[in-house]
């Protein structure tokens, strides 16, 4: 049972963390904290501090450092998800907290993990969500149920699958076959043997026209027809033709192919574009995760960087995890050891602003936003509201954040390109900065031929422009934050709750105490110019 639930569980954290990253790394940044001699058969990945580990068909969780730190007791568990996991014994689940304390009472037949600050679980043959408390929240007549990701929960009564809110109320019929969980607004469903897509209004945006299902994440999804493996976009657009034996998911900007069959083909990395970023030149290889991706060749397992650059020797025995809070789990000669980047977690080396005067009487050195519209403002992408103001808390409009990217770009020549907006007229200050970011995606408006130049640009609008331009782009920042949410998370609109969590795990976004993201609230100057530093000085 554990393997397969783990199986389930790698795909999970791999479409929900994927950490990006565009490797500053050296061999020297990972380093053994353990030396191979934990006795185990089996292991997890760390979360929240713990690795899950099994040894005589029992399963408890380590430290980094490799104690027992919660003895090994259980017939089955799953890692940790805000603060608690799921456990089983004697039959019955319950749930424990990271000291290895019951919160939740083992009663239950089966439970999966808290998503969202819920969980389900089963009990006499029915489904219902409990909070971390153990509080019954929804109430459900349902044959099986599955976790929150974007407000919604797949459930399944009467062999249909269907979609539920944290209300409990059916948003999406139970219509389908089959369904996975939603990602970057969108979710995998079969019927009648094929796979498409649609949105969290049920709304079918990719044909079920596919014979394996289809996974979004970074803006791409592997997709499976007559035997190959491809991608496509979210508009069920090929991204990269379908040629691949095998195509994992994209993290980080590359994604996992094979070419030849599984017992005898060979993986490699490919971009965003289809290009060969890594050739395909070993044995077995995983997704990336924290700028590093297990590798195999010759029997033998280790690590590379996003360059292909070999960061720890092929001299293990197999690697059933990845790089997750800095750490992985690593075998050697039937022991396991734990390897640690040291670099994870630490800011990236961003360039200092270039402005030796500050101009605005407005922006103190002690302010938090000062670095940020210092590089703004030396590198020509804002100016001030007067000559010796820059107005830190009025907010900007859409036309004006586009033209912001699109002088980052370089303000390529886009006279040629038709402007697909009603109410962007002709010769503004803003046009061509608008047809810029319509074509590479950036933007797309309101979806009824509106662009809203005049608009104020919310919070979540910003997240959902900067992250379509980090797909655009050939780096991504690394993570240097875990995986984490707002507590007004399920306030936010679902076209921008993946991009909001990512750029939060890259430290470009960060939360207000006690508010959370404040999604519809209007992006002051101030906090665009501090999220552009953070993002362009590191990409630049």
């Not at 630490?346 to 009487?361: E, I, R």
Request: proline share 5%.
């Amino acid at each position: 049972m554990k393997r397969a639930f783990f199986a389930m569980s790698v795909i999970l954290c791999l479409v929900l963390l994927c950490p990006a990253g565009a490797s500053a790394l050296q061999p020297e940044d990972i380093v053994v904290v353990v030396e191979p001699s934990l006795e185990f058969v089996q292991t997890g990945f760390f979360r929240e501090g713990l690795a899950d580990v099994q040894k005589d068909g029992k399963w408890g969780f380590i430290d980094t450092g490799g104690k027992i730190v919660i003895p090994l007791e259980y017939v089955y568990v799953d890692h940790f998800c805000e603060g608690l996991a799921s456990v089983a014994k004697n039959g019955k689940m319950g749930f424990i907290d990271t000291a290895g304390e019951v919160v939740i009472p083992l009663d239950y037949d089966g439970a999966w993990r808290f998503r969202e600050g819920l969980a389900a679980v089963k009990k006499d043959g029915k489904w219902e969500f409990i909070d971390t408390t153990g509080k019954i929240v929804i109430t459900l007549d349902y044959d099986e149920a599955r976790w929150f990701h974007e407000g919604l929960a797949a459930v399944k009564k009467d062999s249909k699958w269907g979609f539920i809110d944290t209300n409990g109320k059916i948003v999406i019929p139970l219509n389908y076959d089959e369904a996975q969980g939603f990602n970057e607004g969108l979710a995998a469903v079969k019927k009648d043997g094929k796979w498409g897509c649609i949105d969290a209004n049920g709304k079918i945006v990719i044909p079920l026209d596919y014979d394996s299902a289809l996974l979004f994440n970074e803006g791409l999804a592997n997709v499976q027809k007559d035997g190959k493996w491809g991608y496509i976009d979210a508009h069920g657009k090929t991204a990269v033709p379908l040629e691949y034996d095998f195509a994992d998911r994209f993290c980080e900007g590359l994604a996992t192919v094979r070419s030849g069959s599984f017992e005898e083909g060979k993986y490699g990395y490919i971009d965003v574009t289809g290009k060969i970023a890594i050739p395909l030149e070993y044995d077995g290889a995983l997704s990336f995760s924290e700028g590093l991706a297990a590798v195999k060749k010759d029997g033998k397992w280790g690590f590379i960087d996003t360059g292909g650059k070999i960061m720890v020797p092929l001299e293990y025995d197999e690697f059933i995890s990845f790089f997750n809070e800095g750490y992985v789990l690593a075998p050697k000669d039937g022991r396991w050891g734990i390897l640690h980047n040291t670099a994870y977690g630490k800011p990236a080396t961003v360039t200092p602003p270039t402005v030796t005067q500050n101009p605005f009487s407005d922006v103190q050195p002690n302010t938090w936003y000062f670095d940020g519209v210092m590089y703004a403002y030396g590198h020509g992408l804002m100016n001030g509201t007067s000559a010796d103001k820059f107005s830190p808390e009025d907010s900007l409009t859409r036309a004006m954040i586009v033209t912001i990217l699109c002088r980052q770009a370089k303000e390529p020549d886009v006279s040629a390109l038709i402007n697909p907006f009603s109410d962007v007229p002709a010769g503004t200050w803003y046009t061509e900065a608008v047809k810029w970011a319509a074509e590479n995606g950036i933007v797309s408006g309101y979806g009824n031929g509106k662009f809203g130049p005049n608009d104020a640009v919310t919070k979540e609008q910003l997240a959902a422009i900067l992250y379509r331009l980090q797909q655009r782009g050939e780096i991504i920042p690394p993570d240097i934050l875990m995986d984490r949410e707002y507590p007004d998370f399920n306030s936010i609109s679902d076209y921008a709750k993946g991009a909001v969590t990512k750029l939060t795990m890259q430290g470009i976004f960060r939360d207000i105490p006690g508010v959370g993201f404040n999604p519809k609230a209007n992006a002051t100057r101030a906090e665009v110019a501090a999220m552009l530093y953070r993002y362009l000085s590191v990409v630049k």
